[in-house]
């Protein structure tokens, strides 16, 4: 939060102190840290039917079919999803984590129970 605040405003303010003319770069720099940090300044929306699940951001959508879950992970408030059915390095980068407001625990059991009922693949404890 604070910190993310301080970057956004921070850095385009150092930009511009450094050519007070120029007014470019400095809304170039404020235009480029949103554009990163929109994922942690706006909603993502997360949808999980039959065929897959969606994830919704505000500039972008990603659709991911229920054969790309190769394996998920329940976590206290978080499931974790996987494309691949072994740990590795990248799914880090290329899996999906569904957050949950605190104390969701029969939500997230839901979500369990949907994925073990609508897909086949490997469920880690």
């Known amino acids: 939060g604070i910190i993310g605040v301080f970057f956004l405003i921070g850095i385009p303010l150092v930009v511009w102190m450094q050519e007070p003319q120029d007014w470019f770069m400095p ?33 972008y959508r990603k659709r991911r079919g229920m054969k790309w879950i190769r394996r998920w992970k329940v976590l206290p408030e978080a499931i974790f999803l ?18 949950f407001p605190p104390k969701q ?11 073990r009922k609508h897909h086949s693949g490997n469920y880690i404890q």
């Not at 996987?82 to 957050?99: N, T």
């Not at 625990?105 to 994925?115: S, T």
């Open 27 to 59: 809304a170039f720099a404020l235009v480029f840290l949103l554009g990163i940090l929109s994922a942690f300044f706006f909603p993502t929306d997360y949808e999980l039917d039959r065929t897959g699940i969606s994830m919704r951001r505000l500039f």
């Open 82 to 99: 996987s494309p691949y059915s072994q740990p590795c390095w990248k799914e880090r980068f290329e899996g999906i984590f569904l957050f």
């Open 105 to 115: 625990g029969e939500l997230i059991a839901q979500v369990e129970e949907f994925l």
